[in-house]
Every structure is written in structure tokens, then in C-alpha cells.
């Protein structure tokens, strides 16, 4: 069972244990004024639907940019106050599911046409404080259609490293003479990163030392000379290869 929803920015409401149970539940996140809270409070009308579901075994991998419900700011298009809710970017689906602090048993879906960008907070993990991490529209994406995707700035600078996240679902495949008997579906990492240049142009670039050298040759010594930058591979390692590079 879900809640289907008709106010501006939400348009579907699934039980929590029908959209993920196996995560921990994150503490409640203070509200920002009551303006805010106001507007948040009515986005919670609607009528049930039924959402169909089901699969032969358990569906391997996760259809998260980040399985966590991690608070989140919202900045919308037409700046319309808004309280921090809890957030999950759902990328297979391409929706936002965010948990409302006075329904904490649902997710709703949010309906993001009037959303510019989010930030999400992760919990601090040493003494440096939490971390922030933004996503925003694809507004520059080579492709047309992919711009109102959204990118997660891994850095920004006077270049721009975007990472364009993207799933696929692999279904089970156990019938037939020339099945794989593979009795589970699987969701596969599809993400793209591109490197936005100090002129506006935007290609599509693999982490490694000799791609990002190539889409910019003018940090192409910098990049060299960064520390780890002959042995990074984490998406957090690149980052701050090329955030060293990039002065």
C-alpha cells in the first residue's frame, strides 16, 4: 500500500518497510522555522494506491545514490521556504523518497519539478564535521535530455568534476533451455563522471591520471605532481587529486 499525494511537491507515499528495511533508522532532523515547517506540513495530503511488487529472490545491489536516509536541504526554483527533511536520491527509479519528521513510518515521493538542487549531510565521522554533499541539475550535459539529471559536484573550482549517477536492473534469467539460471535480479552501477572546463564545455571523463590529464592539459603537471594521484581510485581520492591540482 502507498499514498498518493497531489500537492505541489509531493505525489506518492510508500510504507517505509515497503521501500527499504534493512537500514537503520537516522534520528530526527531539528526543524528551521516555522515558515518552513508550515509548508512542509502541507504537502502531506492524499489517497491510497496500490503500488504492485515482487520479485524471485532478493534483488542484489542497491538503487541509492546512498542507501541512508541522510538530511537533506532543499533549494527550489521559486524559493519557497522549506524545513530540512530526511532524503534518499532512489537513482533506478530517477526519484527523491524523503521521510517527514510528523509521518515517520512513510516515504514520500517527491515531485521535483520545482527543486534546483539538494545538499545532503552526512554524519561526522572524525573531528573535521560532517559532510556536505551536493547535487544539482545537469544543466550543462552535452546530451539534452540528461538536464534535468542530477549531478553530484565532487568538486568545483575553475574545473568542475560531476558525477552523473545511473542504475540498471538486470532481471533473473532461470527459464528456458538457454537460461544463466540466474534466480535474482541485479541493479548495476552504471555512473558517469564529466569535467566541466574554465570555458563551459563539458566531457565525459574516467577517473584515472591519464583521462583527466587529456580533458585538461593545462593541470596536466599539477595533476601529476598531486599527492595519491598515482594511486587513487576512490571517488574521495580523485576529488582531492584534482582539488590540489585545481589552486
Same mark, same amino acid.
Request: glycine share 4%; aromatic share 8%.
Given at each position: 500500500?502507498?499514498? !498518493?499525494?497531489?500537492? $505541489?511537491?509531493?505525489? &506518492?507515499?510508500? *510504507?517505509?518497510?515497503?521501500?527499504?528495511?534493512? +537500514?537503520?533508522?537516522?534520528?530526527?532532523?531539528?526543524?528551521? /522555522?516555522?515558515? =518552513?515547517?508550515?509548508? &512542509?506540513?502541507?504537502?502531506?495530503?492524499?489517497?491510497?494506491?496500490?503500488?504492485?511488487? /515482487?520479485? $524471485?529472490?532478493?534483488?542484489?545491489?542497491?538503487?541509492?545514490?546512498?542507501?541512508?536516509?541522510? *538530511?537533506?536541504?532543499?533549494?527550489?526554483?521559486?524559493?519557497?521556504?522549506?524545513?530540512? $527533511?530526511?532524503?534518499?536520491?532512489?537513482?533506478?527509479?530517477?526519484?527523491?523518497?524523503? !521521510?517527514?519528521?510528523?509521518?515517520?513510518?512513510?516515504?514520500?515521493? #517527491?515531485?521535483?519539478?520545482?527543486?534546483?538542487?539538494?545538499? #545532503?549531510?552526512?554524519?561526522?565521522?572524525?573531528?573535521?564535521?560532517? %559532510?556536505?554533499?551536493?547535487? %544539482?541539475? @545537469?544543466?550543462? =550535459?552535452?546530451?539534452?535530455?540528461?538536464?534535468?539529471?542530477?549531478?553530484?559536484?565532487?568538486?568545483?573550482?575553475?574545473?568542475?568534476?560531476?558525477?552523473?549517477?545511473?542504475?540498471?536492473?538486470?532481471?533473473?534469467? @532461470?527459464?528456458?533451455? +538457454?537460461?544463466?539460471?540466474? %534466480? @535474482?535480479?541485479?541493479?548495476?552501477?552504471?555512473?558517469?563522471? +564529466? #569535467?566541466? %572546463?574554465?570555458?563551459?564545455?563539458?566531457?565525459?571523463?574516467?577517473?584515472?591520471?591519464?583521462? &583527466?590529464?587529456?580533458?585538461?592539459?593545462?593541470?596536466a603537471g599539477a595533476l601529476k605532481a598531486a599527492p595519491k594521484s598515482s594511486s587513487a581510485k576512490t571517488d574521495a581520492e580523485w576529488?582531492?587529486?584534482?582539488?590540489?591540482?585545481?589552486?
Open positions: 500500500m502507498s499514498f !498518493r499525494f497531489s500537492a $505541489v511537491l509531493l505525489a &506518492l507515499a510508500l *510504507p517505509v518497510a515497503a521501500v527499504e528495511t534493512a +537500514y537503520a533508522q537516522q534520528p530526527q532532523i531539528e526543524q528551521v /522555522g516555522a515558515a =518552513a515547517q508550515a509548508n &512542509l506540513n502541507a504537502l502531506v495530503n492524499g489517497s491510497p494506491t496500490v503500488v504492485p511488487r /515482487g520479485s $524471485v529472490e532478493a534483488t542484489k545491489g542497491s538503487p541509492y545514490a546512498d542507501n541512508r536516509w541522510l *538530511p537533506a536541504r532543499l533549494r527550489m526554483t521559486n524559493n519557497v521556504p522549506l524545513a530540512p $527533511v530526511p532524503l534518499k536520491y532512489d537513482v533506478l527509479n530517477q526519484r527523491l523518497l524523503m !521521510r517527514p519528521v510528523n509521518r515517520p513510518n512513510d516515504s514520500l515521493q #517527491l515531485d521535483d519539478r520545482l527543486l534546483a538542487s539538494f545538499e #545532503l549531510e552526512e554524519p561526522a565521522l572524525t573531528a573535521t564535521g560532517t %559532510r556536505k554533499r551536493l547535487f %544539482r541539475r @545537469f544543466t550543462e =550535459a552535452p546530451v539534452p535530455t540528461q538536464r534535468t539529471d542530477y549531478v553530484e559536484v565532487l568538486h568545483e573550482g575553475k574545473y568542475a568534476l560531476l558525477k552523473r549517477y545511473a542504475k540498471a536492473l538486470r532481471k533473473a534469467d @532461470f527459464q528456458g533451455a +538457454y537460461s544463466t539460471d540466474r %534466480r @535474482f535480479d541485479e541493479i548495476e552501477d552504471k555512473s558517469a563522471y +564529466y #569535467l566541466r %572546463r574554465p570555458d563551459g564545455t563539458v566531457v565525459p571523463v574516467k577517473l584515472t591520471l591519464k583521462a &583527466l590529464q587529456a580533458a585538461a592539459p593545462d593541470l576529488t582531492a587529486v584534482l582539488a590540489a591540482a585545481d589552486k
